[in-house]
């Protein structure tokens, strides 16, 4: 009788494969797109306000109608952040999620829990609205603005290391991911969407990792024998087999479905494609990445139109509510994701790439200041709310702002912290352990 016994192996075999950590250019390593990407939102903020209080006549008018028009609104929202989300999760490798394990948990938790506690406090006591609508209305705490957070991170030079800069970006990741799920706690119009959208979703990931990260499969072939009465097993073979889809159409065909199955049921599809890109084999990654070097910038600005169609000259987009969202929004991240990341990294070896020696508690202070740039993706979960009426038009106006001035505050500390550190004598620097 022969039987047949299933068994994986994690470690690299037969071809070797391009390591895209140490040989892509990617967004993470690039100083000069996210500079662009802020003057454009500058700009486009200037250019709306203008064009709202009547200085371009029908212009403008046209400008602000075409600008909120719910296909390109949501158009030009999603292509932007679709491509530089599937960007980043070609970026984002899985044994670095691995080795940073706790550490990543812990600030994720931090910076998803601490602020919308806070946020929704302060709008609840201070604010004076329901509880319902205050929780509706600081959903937009819990994202993390991700170049925008990379951004800030770069100010602070002296202390800024390719490790932060890595474990920032897969904390972002992270915390949008978490405050995308509790959207759908808090929008879905009953558990059968949550069904609907939970399980084919985890079959997804499922599929990616099989066919990403699953490899090799070796299967072990065993001849069973008889011995005084005991039974025992000869192997006498072994084939190895490679279950791993090298095809980019098919993984770029698997990020368009998920897209599709958040898309259908009502939620922000911006990370549709990262998702199962994290899981891609090698050679896909670093292909997507070469591939949008330069087309993920340019699809970021026209996303930056939308993002700054904000009357900031408006009055009444300011309020008690701008100050709520700064504080709760910005103080919230900013105590989550360091003590979360201070309680969490004593789990991390203290000499790994996340630990305490790689990674001190300056590093960790300038992540949780650069992670605290709620930025435009904060008024993506405004908007949804917003648009199911949930919150009233002016508390979404003013929490738009207050979100969009934590970007920068958080760079204003970053660059204060990099200032700082330059008066530090050599000997010292970097010695906050």
């Known amino acids: 009788m022969h039987s047949l016994k299933i068994k994986t192996q994690t470690k690299t075999w037969g071809k070797i494969m391009l390591h895209t950590n140490d040989k892509k ?10 500079p662009v990407i802020i003057y454009f939102l500058i700009f486009s903020l200037i250019v709306y306000g203008l064009s709202e209080n009547g200085f371009f006549g029908e212009y403008g008018e046209t400008y602000t109608h075409v600008i909120h028009h719910p296909t390109v609104h949501f158009w030009m929202m999603l292509t932007g952040l679709w491509v530089f989300f599937l960007r980043l999760g070609a970026e984002i490798e ?20 601490v602020p919308l506690i806070l946020t929704t406090s302060l709008a609840y006591f201070i604010g004076g609205i329901g509880l319902a609508v ?44 978490l405050g995308i799920i509790s959207m759908i706690g808090l929008f879905s119009q009953g558990v059968e969407q949550i069904q609907t ?12 990792y099989f066919f990403g990260k699953f490899s090799p499969v070796i299967v072990t072939e065993l001849k069973e024998e008889e011995e005084k009465d005991q039974k025992t ?4 073979g072994r084939k190895t087999y490679d279950v791993t889809i090298q095809s980019p159409t098919f993984w770029v065909t698997l990020c368009i479905f998920n897209t599709s199955l958040l898309g259908f049921n009502g939620i922000e599809p911006i990370l549709g494609g990262c998702l199962p890109m994290i899981f891609a084999p090698d050679n896909v990654k670093q292909l997507v990445i070469e591939k949008t070097e330069s087309l993920a910038l340019w699809l970021l600005l026209p996303f930056a139109l939308v993002a700054g169609s904000i009357n900031v000259l408006d009055p009444l987009s300011w309020g008690v509510f701008t100050t709520i969202a700064l ?19 004593r789990y991390v070896d203290p000499n790994s790439d996340y630990g305490k020696n790689k990674l001190n508690k300056m590093s960790l202070l ?3 200041i650069a992670g605290a740039c709620n930025g435009t993706v904060a008024i993506i979960f ?52």
């Open 327 to 345: 504080v709760g929004g910005f103080g919230g991240k900013l105590i989550g994701i360091y003590f979360g990341g201070l309680i969490c990294q």
């Open 134 to 177: 205050a929780l509706y209305a600081s959903a937009g705490s819990m994202a993390t603005d991700v170049p925008m957070a990379i951004g800030s991170a770069k100010m602070a030079k002296n202390i800024s290391t390719t490790v932060m800069i890595s474990a920032l970006t897969m904390l972002a990741v992270g915390d949008d991911l």
């Open 197 to 208: 959208l939970s399980i084919p979703g985890l079959l997804v990931l499922m599929v990616a």
């Open 233 to 236: 097993y000869k192997i006498i």
């Open 366 to 368: 300038s992540m949780a």
């Open 382 to 433: 405004v908007s949804v709310a917003q648009t199911n009426e949930l919150i009233p038009l002016e508390i979404a106006a003013q929490m738009k702002i207050g979100f969009l001035l934590t970007v920068p505050l958080s760079y204003l500390l970053n660059k204060t912290i990099d200032t700082v550190e330059n008066f530090v004598p050599e000997e010292r620097k970097y010695s906050w352990t």
């Open 25 to 34: 250019k990617g967004i993470v390593l690039l100083d000069s797109k996210i």
């Open 94 to 113: 899985v044994n670095d999620i691995l080795k940073a394990g706790p550490l990543i948990i812990g600030t994720i938790l931090g910076g998803v829990i």
